[in-house]
């Protein structure tokens, strides 16, 4: 019994560090569906960075728009 409940906890505790940052444009105000999943939040900018370069023609995020991106980051 006890054990069972053990690796329960172990498992639930693993898949939570497999959980992944995911920042959708669509909740910074665009109607992009473009939805990044990355592992830290560093990596999901840099994608975000990218995107925004590619899809929005944005050479430099702006502050405001990089302190949303992180209100909107949502672990999943
Ligand atoms: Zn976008």
Known sequence: ?????LMTVIDSSK???KMAKVLRCADM????NWV?????EE????????HAAEAHGMKEI???????A???????
């Open 43 to 50: 990596d999901l900018f840099k994608m975000a960075a990218k």
């Open 62 to 68: 702006p502050k405001e728009l990089l302190a949303k």
């Open 70 to 76: 992180k209100a909107v980051i949502r672990n999943e």
């Open 36 to 40: 990044g999943r990355a592992e830290t």
């Open 1 to 5: 019994m006890h054990a069972a409940l």
């Open 15 to 17: 898949r939570e560090d």
């Open 29 to 32: 105000g665009s109607e992009c």
